[in-house]
């Protein structure tokens, strides 16, 4: 157990449809990073959020936000969804929020979206 | 733009034989490389990472890498592979130093295979 919760763990929905991605990071971390791992685009970085602030964007669609919350737990909103959207999406979090590229991420086990 | 080159998709090794994953990165400044393992259905586990200091750097499960600054590399070495070591390894660079974020840019991975 890495410390860093994720759930659901499995979802299936239908195109068109919105979900919500809870991630619960490990004590006393205050960065949640989401990426996205699908077959054809690997590890893609998603988004950061350091104590409830932005602090990063990468290759998020428009139809995708997320949020961190007071308590630090994160949620990524995925809507309007398609076919390919489907992916494991992970959260990682880390203590080191900004200045430095020494920096450790832990990761959650990932939630595994099917869009059918 | 930073970038992780992970030029070998799959790899299949014997019980017993030595292992050795190849990763080159680009970027301006000083590295923080990491190599981190996802075994089927799990999520990133550290493996080991190099900040500074010493180019040859220890991790978990008898691995190790060595930076080499000349060659922008950082390959991942066993001296004796275990069928518990069959998964998939990503090498990622740590971006953003000094900037806003810092987040890991992920290679595409290596998927191992061992064979008995």
């Known amino acids: 157990d890495s410390g860093v919760t994720q759930t659901p763990k499995h979802l299936i929905t239908a195109t068109g449809q919105r979900v919500t991605l809870r991630c619960s990071p490990r004590s006393g971390d205050l960065s949640v990073y989401w990426y996205q791992q699908s077959l054809d685009q690997g590890l893609q970085f998603l988004i950061q959020?350091?104590?409830?602030?932005?602090?990063a964007k990468g290759n998020i669609l428009e139809r995708f936000s997320a949020q961190q919350f007071p308590d630090l737990h994160s949620e990524l909103n995925l809507s309007s969804l398609e076919l390919g959207d489907s992916a494991l999406y992970f959260c990682?979090?880390?203590?080191?929020?900004?200045?430095?590229?020494?920096?450790?991420?832990?990761f959650g086990a990932g939630s595994r979206l099917t869009v059918l | 733009a930073q970038s992780v080159t992970q030029p070998d998709i799959h790899i299949t090794v014997s019980e017993g034989a030595s292992l050795e994953l190849r990763c080159n990165y680009s970027y301006g400044a000083t590295p923080y490389l990491f190599w981190y393992v996802q075994s089927p259905g799990q999520g990133l586990q550290l493996l080991l990472k190099?900040?500074?200091?010493?180019?040859l750097v220890q991790g978990i499960k008898g691995f190790e890498a060595e930076f080499k600054r000349s060659q922008s590399s950082f390959n991942l070495r066993k001296p004796s592979v275990h069928w518990s070591d069959a998964a998939e390894y990503f090498c990622a660079v740590g971006a953003g130093y000094g900037g806003a974020t810092n987040k890991l840019i992920f290679g595409t991975g290596t998927l191992l295979a061992v064979q008995p």
């Open positions: 190099y900040f500074s200091g010493d180019t």
């Open positions: 959020y350091y104590n409830g602030e932005e602090r």
């Open positions: 990682a979090s880390s203590v080191v929020a900004v200045g430095s590229g020494a920096n450790v991420l832990t």
